[in-house]
């Protein structure tokens, strides 16, 4: 009981079944759900990556095909043109306002001699016919007499970053007589935006770029980089050599993904590239997605398994309940329901018929310490909890005090064995005279007290004699007649203090023993009696 006790005391500082239960599966779906985030994340990173990868090699590699096109095109139109020329040995400016606007490859096309003076021009607004070529990209076409294409450079006349193309003019017997050539404005609206600014890349969150053979930047959807030389990038150094590809690389510090194309005709290169945060944007998109579409079943699950614990720790909660209350209050016998579950069944079962057997010992102790064990009757100690409890609920009641008369003697003389048959015999004339409410106790010797509730000292005075005279009249087997003298007070018209009240019928018994015995006697209470009493208490 003190072990039960001092459990008791702590169980406010234990954590419960149900909630150990709970949390245990918290954290247990709280740990799974999140390894399989993790896992996803780590996973569609990885599939998003390569996907990106591939689609931006893809892209570029489309895009390098079409610029692989278009500058054969763009050739064709020029060797076109110049067989036109050498055909009809005319520079006719209308015809090359018509080339120039027709296939908008150029932004401006120009006719230089055998002599390399320009003689014509369009637009016509640029430089005036008959002026010597001056720019090194010119020049060195004007030397090779072979198809060209410049690196970008910056035009003294027009003042505009231009990629210079050429094809040589050769009349009909092969002698050499100039060239045609085409620039573009790589900083004003041309063929290379018109194509690559129409490709949609922004709608996937991909960029992309155009680099010249010597590592200028020929093409950026921000115009203020044209022109920027970005030979010293690993990806365009791999351009550079005739590769093409895709990596993961770092440009200005900022982690791109990037596939890059090289175009065969021209030696350029494309890159088309996505940037690193714009990825991981996507990914924790999809991740708040997967934890918004995670949210229903993680709160119908945790509900689940609150009733879940609740009742798979339900006959445990009740086993611990009633354990923490045994020695606190009285107990009656438990009967339990089967469990669904094997262990908490079986569990159930051992520790109930534990329990009942516990209680059975517990209720078999107590009665036997709240039970004379010669007469049966209840003792001194049940009679004295009995007479406090109905003097607190302030319940009417006589007491008789009854003592066999000259019972010494019949020790003497006969035994204590045989007193003992007397005394049980004693016992039963009461217990057959007094009503199944009336309480009979057996005080200390050869001593009984009767205790009749709701019952006056006149009633309690007819059934006192009713016990004398069966007790006087009754056979025993010592064949001689044994008598009993009684005395009776009442609560609360005599007295209000449950020892005052004993009292006064054991002094009315003794005065009854000492008035001839075999009487009964009614208590009388004097005022210097009670001044007495209630001064020595």
């Known amino acids: 009981m003190y072990i039960l006790r001092k459990i008791t005391e702590k169980k406010k500082n234990k954590i419960s079944l149900a909630t150990l239960l709970i949390g245990l599966v918290s954290i247990s779906v709280l740990l799974t759900l ?36 278009l500058f054969i095109s763009m050739r064709s139109s020029l060797k076109n043109a110049a067989a036109f020329y050498s055909v009809v040995n005319a520079a006719d400016a209308d015809y090359l306002d018509l080339i120039r606007k027709s296939s908008n490859y150029f932004n401006s096309i120009m006719i230089v001699d055998e002599s390399g003076v320009i003689r014509n021009i369009s637009p016509s607004s640029i430089r005036a016919p008959g002026e010597k070529i001056v720019t090194d990209a010119a020049i060195e076409a004007f030397k090779g ?15 505009q970053l231009i990629v210079f193309i050429s094809e040589p003019l050769y009349d009909e017997k092969g002698i050499y007589r100039g060239f045609i050539g085409g ?47 970005i030979s010293s990038y690993p990806i365009v150094q791999q351009l550079m050599q005739g590769k093409s590809g895709y990596t993961l690389t770092k440009t200005d510090g900022i982690s791109l993904l990037a596939g890059y194309s090289y175009v065969p005709e021209n030696k350029w290169g494309i890159v088309v590239y996505s940037e690193m945060s714009t990825i991981k944007a996507q990914l924790n998109i ?5 934890l918004l579409y995670s949210l229903l079943p ?9 009733w879940f614990a609740h009742r798979l720790a339900r006959p445990f909660v009740m086993l611990a309940n009633i354990v ?32 009942n057997g516990i209680q059975l010992k517990t209720d078999q102790l107590t009665q036997a310490a709240m039970t004379d064990a010669l007469t049966g009757l209840s003792n001194r100690r049940s009679l004295e909890k009995t007479m406090k409890q109905w003097i607190e609920e302030q319940k009417n009641y006589s007491i008789i005090v009854l003592d066999i008369d000259r019972f010494k003697l019949v020790n003497d003389t006969y035994g204590h064995q045989e007193g003992d048959r007397v005394l049980q015999h004693l016992s039963k004339i009461v217990m ?25 000292v006149q009633d309690a005075y007819e059934v006192a004699e009713r016990i004398r005279e069966s007790m006087e009249n009754s056979e025993n087997h010592l064949k001689h007649r044994i008598t009993i003298s009684l005395g009776i007070a009442h609560f609360p018209s005599q007295t209000r203090n449950a020892d005052e009240l004993f009292v006064l019928a054991d002094q009315a018994l003794y005065k009854a023993k000492n008035s001839g015995r075999n009487r009964t006697l009614i208590a009388e209470v004097k005022n210097e009696y009670l001044y007495s009493f209630n001064r020595n208490n």
């Open 34 to 69: 999140s390894i399989l985030l993790f896992v996803s994340y780590e996973y569609k990173k990885q599939s998003l990556y390569e996907t990106t990868l591939t689609l931006n090699l893809s892209t570029a590699s489309k895009m390098s095909q079409t610029m692989d096109s």
């Open 298 to 306: 993680f709160i119908l699950l945790m509900l689940a398994t609150i």
């Open 286 to 290: 999809q991740i708040r997605q997967i």
């Open 145 to 159: 007499k072979k198809p060209y294409i410049s690196k970008p450079f910056m035009s003294p006349s027009t003042k």
């Open 432 to 456: 057959a005279t007094i009503r199944p409410g009336d309480l009979c106790s057996r005080y200390g010797g050869e001593e009984f007290v009767v205790l009749l509730p709701y019952t006056n």
């Open 324 to 355: 923490g209350n045994m020695g606190n209050k009285e107990q009656k016998l438990l009967t339990m329901d089967q469990h669904w579950n094997r262990e908490a069944d079986v569990l159930t079962k051992t520790v109930v018929l534990a329990l």
């Open 183 to 229: 620039s573009i404005y790589l900083q004003k609206d041309n063929v290379l935006n018109m194509i690559f600014g129409n490709y949609g890349l922004n709608e996937s969150g991909s960029s992309l770029y155009v680099v010249g053979s010597d590592g200028s930047l020929l093409y950026d959807p921000n115009i203020i980089q044209i022109g920027k030389n």
